[in-house]
């Protein structure tokens, strides 16, 4: 393995676990709930946004194949939509907010 997909790999590591800490922040005080002058929501967003840099970098530097991915997504949605009730009528606006 390249260095440069070592680091790729950590520093999208890193990004998860800020992911999952932006998401705990929602969970705790909300989505409009501020810290240093912006929302959990924003802060939720950026991270988001930084993955998907991460996601986009892996991709370009083939550690990951981004067809396999678009696949990957679209079994996962088929599992939700049995498993869950995410995409059931009255929660659906939820996934669209």
């Not at 981004?66 to 995410?86: C, G, P, R, T, V």
């Amino acid at each position: 393995m390249k260095d440069s997909e070592k680091q790729i790999l950590l520093i999208c590591q890193e990004e998860c676990a800020e992911v999952t800490q932006a998401i705990s922040k929602v969970f705790r005080f909300g989505y409009n709930s501020e810290h240093n002058n912006r929302t959990n929501h924003e802060r939720l967003t950026e991270e988001v946004g930084d993955l998907l840099a991460m996601i986009d970098l892996m991709i370009e530097a083939g550690i990951i194949d981004e067809a396999s991915i678009q696949m990957a997504a679209a079994q996962k949605k088929i599992k939700l939509k049995k498993w869950s009730n995410i995409f059931d009528k009255p929660n659906l606006e939820l996934v669209k907010n």
